[in-house]
């Protein structure tokens, strides 16, 4: 039974702009919150990607990543289609990424949804509670951006590529 | 000409750390190290905290097993502040504690060694994984994950969040449990049960595949240490601390906690950032100890559920006295997940489990005080003394993997002699000198987890320094 779209922000927020998924995380949840259109969405805020998380996206027609990833332009927004896909080169067993953990999903549960993952370019991954002010500025576009991607689907996205194995967050 | 194989990292395990292996001019191993290459310093920047917040900022020590720092360091401030604390306080702290337990145990038993148990130690490196197990057996994974599952659902009923969770507190815990959560736990445990059940008869066979293993990975006479109750039973909170010998006699009855530096040592080596604690009265290093799951079954005069006091009976047969291979800790890994279930059940029909009288509350009466618990690999010691103004001025913690520290390096030369040829070099041969760290699950910190096909670099060093030899095999080659 795939009824549920999932969202899951990770990060670490001791971690700075690491932080952004789960903080994205939680204002979906209280923006969501009665929202009628949206009541089917779970969202989950998560320290880091875990192979048990492979179950609840197992059971989702619909998974978004949401998560900040070292990268050349600081607030740039991104937004790019999972292939699930594996072969061994996971390194690290609590550090799993989006492409390894849809991938699981098939393997462990017969089910892998659409995914895509909406990363943000993090400018400082050092230690603080504080996401940068490019981060910081780029919040509400994540936010909506999850919105219409939820709203719409891929289609949401004018140019989606795909992300496969070793898409890996700055952080945590 | 003497040569030395290097092994960094080591995969699989909890941290950072390398393997040194020395080969004489004939190749043949003449020594074996362990070391400890990330440096942490909790006990000095805790200085100048004050007292109570020590749980908190303990637990960041480790992201596996937090919830055992927080409750030896609870422990510990409920001896500053000489306070005892309620008993339902106790009990939901054996609950958090024993469910901490059960996720790092399946953890270690099917993600990080069960690719080695049921692929073997000597599998292509590049499936021997997690997602290899997958693909092979993928009913073991999903058991894995689901026991993974219940016990981190249990912390994050109880403590409000499955990393970190600040629910224990000096004087007991923060909140009591809800009828609802205890009853949400309750139903889950029979689910749990049931694949702890039908996982020992399998490893039980499969753990007969390896007789060398299992003569050789740290398979030599040691004490072993571990808390017991009032009755030898074995325990994971409170009681004592008793010390056996390899014929399972007892050296030490009961070890008062606030006096274990009269029997236990520290001591530093040169070439690695861990320290190595010692059974003091026979001096170091003849004072190797071990801990644990293999040593908490070896200490133990009975385990007191029905489902896993039958299999510890069971293991106990394996040797006259206690058992002495350290790839045991694997069997001994399931044999206390099936107790922490069936106690956790025993705990949440108590009474009065939902009692409302959680906690105590004191200022600090005692200028010192000492905390022991079992976390999953050991006992964990937490030392505190304070100022007048309850300031933290000094601190020192023993972890599972200190106590284990001197018996690991002992396996790993004990395996690399057994198995490696120095002029024949085989991947399989250095999977088994991690393997046998492995078996001990070394918490270095919390930060990797690395699987199968790490980044592995193996040098052939000559006296002088000179590389004559590396082999070096990438994350992302085939």
């Known amino acids: 039974m795939h009824s549920a779209r999932l969202v899951i922000g990770y990060g670490n927020q001791l971690r700075s702009d690491d932080g952004l998924g789960r903080i994205v995380a939680q204002q979906l949840r209280s923006d969501l919150a009665g929202d009628s259109a949206f009541a089917d969405v779970v969202v989950l805020a998560a320290h880091q990607l875990t192979p048990e998380l492979a179950e609840p996206i197992s059971r989702s027609r619909f998974v978004i990543f949401v998560d900040a990833r070292e990268g050349q332009r600081p607030g740039r927004l991104d937004c790019r289609v999972v292939i699930p896909s594996g072969n061994g080169a996971l390194a690290f067993s609590h550090d799993v990424d989006p492409p390894s953990l849809v991938l699981l999903a098939r393997l462990l549960y017969g089910s892998s949804p659409t995914a895509v993952v909406i990363s943000v370019d993090g400018d400082d991954f050092g230690y603080g509670t504080d996401l940068s002010p490019e981060v910081q500025a780029t919040l509400p576009d994540v936010v909506q951006r999850v919105r219409d991607v939820l709203a719409d689907g891929i289609a949401a996205q004018s140019a989606p590529t795909a992300v496969g194995v070793g898409h890996r967050s700055g952080g945590g | ?478």
């Open chain 2, 1 to 478: 000409m003497a040569r030395q194989i290097t092994i960094d990292p080591v995969t699989r395990i909890e941290g950072h750390a390398k393997i040194t292996i020395q080969l004489d001019d004939a190749g043949v191993v003449q020594d074996a190290k362990f070391h400890i290459t990330q440096f942490r310093g909790f006990e000095k920047l805790c200085e100048g905290r004050p007292f109570h917040e020590m749980p908190s900022l303990m637990a960041r020590i480790c992201g596996i097993c937090p919830v055992s720092h927080l409750v030896a360091s609870a422990k510990a401030c409920d001896a500053i502040m000489a306070v005892q604390i309620p008993k339902t306080a106790a009990s939901l702290r054996r609950v958090i504690n024993l469910a901490q337990l059960i996720q790092s145990h399946a953890l270690s038993f099917f993600y990080l060694s069960a690719p080695d148990l049921l692929l073997g130690m000597d599998a292509d490196p590049a499936g021997r994984n997690i997602f290899g197990l997958m693909q092979s057996h993928p009913e073991i994974a999903r058991d894995g994950i689901r026991l993974r599952q219940f016990g981190q659902q249990v912390i994050e009923l109880l403590g409000g969040k499955r990393i970190h969770p600040a629910w224990v507190v000096p004087g007991g815990v923060s909140e009591p449990l809800s009828a609802e959560k205890r009853l949400t736990i309750v139903g889950m445990i029979p689910d749990a049960l049931a694949i702890v059940e039908r996982t020992l008869p399998l490893f039980k066979r499969v753990f007969e595949r390896f007789p060398d293993e299992v003569r050789t990975f740290a398979n030599f006479p040691s004490l072993f240490m571990g808390l017991v109750d009032n009755h030898g039973g074995i325990e994971h909170y409170d009681g004592h601390l008793r010390i056996v010998d390899a014929e399972g006699n007892v050296i030490e009855g009961a070890v008062p906690s606030d006096q274990y530096q009269e029997y236990i040592g520290e001591t530093v080596e040169p070439w690695s950032y861990l320290k190595s604690a010692y059974y003091l009265p026979r001096g170091y290093p003849d004072g190797l100890y071990r801990v644990g799951p293999l040593a908490r079954l070896n200490v133990a005069t009975s385990v007191d559920t029905p489902k896993a006091g039958h299999e510890w009976a069971e293991f106990r047969q394996l040797e006259p006295g206690a058992v002495l291979s350290s790839f045991h800790y694997h069997y001994a890994r399931l044999i206390e997940i099936l107790y922490a279930l069936e106690r956790i059940g025993q705990l949440l029909d108590e009474p009065d489990i939902l009692s409302t009288r959680v906690r105590a509350h004191a200022e600090p009466n005692n200028l010192e005080g000492i905390g022991v618990a079992e976390a999953p690999r050991g006992t964990l010691l937490h030392h505190y003394k304070i100022d007048e103004n309850g300031l933290i001025v000094w601190a020192n913690l023993i972890i599972a993997t200190g106590h284990n520290n001197l018996a690991m390096n002992r396996g790993v030369f004990q395996v690399a002699r057994h198995f490696v040829d120095g002029e024949r070099l085989q991947e399989g041969m250095l999977n088994r000198v991690e393997a046998v760290i492995r078996a001990y699950d070394p918490c270095l910190s919390c930060s990797t987890h690395a699987l199968g096909k790490m980044p592995l670099r193996i040098q052939l060093v000559a006296p002088d320094g000179a590389v004559l030899d590396e082999m070096v095999r990438g994350a992302n080659d085939a």
